[in-house]
């Protein structure tokens, strides 16, 4: 599997308005916001240099994020991985063993292809692959 960058560090966080003030005075610039519904999430997405960081804060009790929160508070959540191609990915990392949480592609933020790769198969780090279109 080719990856071409990290595309993202996730920070799962409770207070969104105030964490985008911290990143922001550490020189990240807000460059997207989005309620993404089907996670349960409210995402900004501030840029350094070339990657983001993405700050996601629970709009739902039942969400992943905020189960997250309960059980380990904020902090490092995920890894976004940009691949050129996400089904190819998904494909030849089942091939290879890993465990994925995606088994196909979905649509994730700013309209990418996204597919989460378990931590079991990852030495305990939650990755998402990334395909821009």
């Known amino acids: 599997m080719k990856t071409s960058e990290i595309d993202h560090v996730a920070i799962a966080v409770n207070d969104l308005d105030a964490a985008v003030q911290r990143y922001?005075?550490?020189?990240?610039?807000?460059?997207?916001?989005?309620?993404?519904?089907?996670?349960?999430v409210d995402e900004v997405l501030l840029k350094?240099?070339?990657?983001?960081?993405?700050?996601?804060?629970?709009?739902?009790?039942?969400?992943?994020?905020?189960?997250f929160l309960s059980k380990r508070g904020e902090g490092l959540h995920h890894l976004g991985l940009r691949v050129p191609d996400c089904a190819g990915a998904v494909r030849e990392l089942t091939e290879q063993g890993f465990v994925l949480i995606d088994p196909e592609p979905r649509t994730g933020s700013r309209g990418t292809l996204v597919a989460f790769v378990h931590p079991q198969s990852?030495?305990?780090?939650?990755?998402?692959?990334?395909?821009?279109?």
Request: hydrophobic share 35%; aromatic share 4%.
């Open 24 to 40: 922001e005075t550490l020189g990240g610039t807000v460059v997207h916001r989005e309620r993404i519904v089907s996670d349960g």
């Open 48 to 67: 350094v240099a070339d990657s983001y960081i993405q700050l996601l804060s629970p709009f739902t009790e039942s969400s992943t994020v905020a189960k």
């Open 122 to 133: 990852t030495n305990g780090t939650l990755i998402e692959l990334v395909q821009e279109r």
